[in-house]
């Protein structure tokens, strides 16, 4: 069972970047996935998830507006459209994959390795 997160990196406030997590089998096709972030210090927070269809998406309220979670059309790929980033988005942010879309922590069943995000401001 393998999540593979990429796209993070450096960029300014106000600008954009795109995260995505591949999974390995055709098994995660029917799994929800979601995205959650680690800042220094602080604990690991909910910032989207997508059910396995794509149909239905929740947003935490303060990326609500600026980040779009999407699957592919193979679903075993999820992306995070961060827009309009701030100082406050600066964080480890990983991928996990649900038997149903939670947007708790401890009910995802796996884990990306999670990929750096920092916002200079």
């Known amino acids: 069972v393998q999540l593979q997160a990429s796209g993070g990196g450096l960029v300014q406030a106000g600008g954009s970047l795109s995260l995505s997590c591949a999974t390995s089998g055709r098994l995660f096709r029917s799994y929800a996935m979601g995205w959650f972030r680690q800042a220094p210090g602080k604990e690991r927070e909910f910032v989207a998830a997508?059910?396995?269809?794509?149909?239905?998406?929740y947003y935490a309220d303060s990326v609500k507006g600026r980040f779009t979670i999407s699957r592919g059309n193979a679903k075993n790929t999820v992306y995070l459209q961060m827009n309009s980033l701030k100082a406050d988005d600066t964080a480890v942010y990983y991928c996990a994959v649900a038997k149903v879309i939670r947007t708790t922590p401890e009910m995802y069943d796996y884990w990306g390795q999670g990929t750096q995000v920092t916002v200079s401001s």
């Open positions: 997508i059910s396995w269809s794509g149909g239905s998406t």
